[in-house]
C-alpha cells in the first residue's frame, strides 16, 4: 500500500524557470526548486534525451505530442535537464551513516543488495538499452553532521538536498573519483529512520573531481518499504519521467493518490501489481522504436495486434507495442496489452489497458489516466483492462475501440471513428 503522505505545495515558478519542477521528491512531496531561475550551466553540459528520439518517422508524427509543461512531463522530447535514457548512466552508490546512527559492521552487503533489483529492472525493461554502471564507495561514508541536522522530516528544501549529498559527496571524495560520474545515488543507514524518505534532484549544483555534479537521489527509510524498485523510479524522475500518483487525492475519493493510474506503472505506485513502464513511458525514453507504435489515423478504421508490452524490449520492431489515438495537440488515447509476465507477473487481470496521456498536465496531477473497464468494482484499477469480447466508447469523439483475444497472448484492437 502507498502511505507516503503527497505534497501540498508546489512552489511556482516564474515563466521561463528552467528549473521548473526540476527536484521531485516520492511521497513526501516535492523538494522545491532552486529559487534563481537558470543558475543551472548544466543544461549546456547534459546531452539532451532529445537526441534519443530523433529519428522520427512520419507515420507517427500525429502521436508523437510535443512537450507541454516545463519539466518532467509526459511529451516529447523529454525535459531538456533530463539525463539520456539510452547508453551507459554511470552511478555513484555512497553508502553514508552518521555518528548518531553508525551503520552496524556487516550490514553494508544487506543495503547493496535492497537497492540492486532496481538496477537490475532498468536494464531490463530498458532491453539493454540503458546500461547501469553503478561503482559503489569503499564502504560505509561517515557523514559529517549527525542524521538530525538533515530535515528530512521537517519539510526538506531543494537547499537541504544539496547540502546533504554535497556533504555525502564531499566525504566521500578523498576515496572516490567522481570524474565521469552522471548520477550520485546516497543510500543512507537502516539505522537512521529520520532520513525518512527517497528524494530526486536534477539541479544538484556540487563539482567534484571537475565534474559538475547535476543529478542526484536520496534513499531514505522508505527504501525498506519499497524495495528496489524505488531505485528505477526515482531514475524514472533523473531520465525525465513524471509522477503519475497524484500529489492530491480527489476530493470525492479521499485518500486514493492512485486514483489516476493505479498500480500499472512504476511511476505511480511502486509496490503496484503491474509495476513494468507505461509503453507511453517506453517511447519517450526512446525503449520502443516507432515501428512498433501503431498511430491511428482518427478518420479511419485502425486495427492492430499487440504484444504484451513487458516483452517490448525483446520483441522485434515490427511486432506492435501500443497503439495511440489522437485526440487533440495534448491528449491521446493509448491501448496496450498488458498479462502476467515480466514485473507484470502478479496482476490479477490481464486484458487491454486503456489510459489517456495529456502532455498539458504536469507530474503528480495526472498526466496519465487509467480508463477503468469495471467502473466502481471492489478492485479499483486493478482490474482495469478490457476482456475480450468488450468495446469502450471515447467520450469526446464517440470512437469506439473494441478489443479481442489474438493468438497466444496477444491482444486484437481496433479503432473505429
Ligand atoms: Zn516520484
Not at 181 to 204: K, M
Amino acid at each position: 500500500m502507498h502511505t507516503t503522505r503527497p505534497a501540498r505545495n508546489v512552489r511556482a515558478l516564474p515563466i521561463g524557470a528552467v528549473a521548473a519542477l526540476a527536484a521531485v521528491a516520492l511521497g513526501a512531496g516535492p523538494v522545491a526548486a532552486p529559487a534563481s531561475a537558470a543558475t543551472e550551466s548544466s543544461a549546456a553540459t547534459t546531452t539532451t534525451a532529445a537526441t534519443a528520439a530523433a529519428a522520427t518517422s512520419a507515420s507517427v508524427d500525429g502521436c508523437r505530442l510535443p512537450a507541454a509543461v516545463d519539466g518532467l512531463g509526459s511529451g516529447f522530447p523529454l525535459d531538456e535537464q533530463a539525463l539520456p535514457a539510452t547508453g551507459t548512466l554511470k552511478a555513484a552508490m555512497l553508502f553514508v551513516d552518521f555518528e548518531d546512527h553508525p551503520a552496524p559492521a556487516g550490514s553494508l552487503g544487506e543495503a547493496e543488495a535492497n537497492l540492486a533489483p532496481g538496477v537490475e529492472y532498468l536494464e531490463q525493461v530498458s532491453g539493454g538499452r540503458l546500461d547501469v554502471t553503478t561503482t559503489a564507495s569503499d564502504g560505509w561514508v561517515r557523514m559529517p553532521e549527525p542524521s538530525t541536522a538533515y530535515p528530512f522530516e521537517r519539510g526538506l528544501t531543494y537547499e537541504d538536498h544539496v547540502r546533504y549529498i554535497g556533504d555525502a559527496v564531499a566525504a566521500a571524495d578523498a576515496t572516490y573519483d567522481f570524474s565521469d560520474v552522471d548520477v550520485v545515488w546516497v543510500s543512507a543507514t537502516r539505522e537512521a529512520p529520520n532520513i525518512t524518505y527517497s528524494p530526486t534532484t536534477n539541479f544538484l549544483d556540487v563539482t567534484a573531481d571537475g565534474n559538475h555534479l547535476t543529478h542526484a537521489v536520496t534513499f531514505g527509510y522508505d527504501q525498506w518499504r519499497w524495495g528496489g524498485l524505488v531505485l528505477a523510479h526515482e531514475t524514472g524522475h533523473t531520465l525525465g519521467l513524471p509522477d503519475l500518483y497524484l500529489f492530491e487525492a480527489p476530493p470525492e475519493d479521499p485518500g486514493n493518490w492512485h486514483a489516476a493510474a493505479g498500480g500499472w506503472d512504476l511511476m505511480g505506485l511502486i509496490s503496484g501489481q503491474g509495476p513494468e513502464f507505461l509503453g507511453w513511458h517506453r517511447w519517450q525514453l526512446g525503449w520502443l522504436d516507432d515501428d512498433q507504435v501503431v498511430c491511428a489515423d482518427p478518420g479511419r478504421t485502425t486495427t492492430a495486434r499487440l504484444n504484451p508490452v513487458a516483452r517490448s524490449a525483446d520483441a522485434p520492431s515490427w511486432q506492435d507495442a501500443m497503439v495511440v489515438y489522437p485526440l487533440s495537440e495534448t491528449r491521446v488515447v493509448v491501448v496496450e496489452n498488458r498479462r502476467p509476465v515480466g514485473y507484470d507477473e502478479g496482476i490479477a487481470a490481464g486484458g487491454a489497458l486503456v489510459y489517456t496521456v495529456d502532455t498539458s498536465v504536469r507530474s503528480g496531477h495526472g498526466p496519465v489516466r487509467v480508463v477503468d473497464s469495471t467502473p466502481g468494482s471492489a478492485d479499483g484499477l486493478d482490474d482495469a483492462p478490457f476482456a475480450p469480447g468488450t468495446s469502450w466508447t471515447e467520450p469526446t469523439t464517440g470512437a469506439v475501440l473494441s478489443f479481442h483475444a489474438g493468438p497466444g497472448d496477444t491482444s486484437r484492437v481496433t479503432i473505429k471513428p
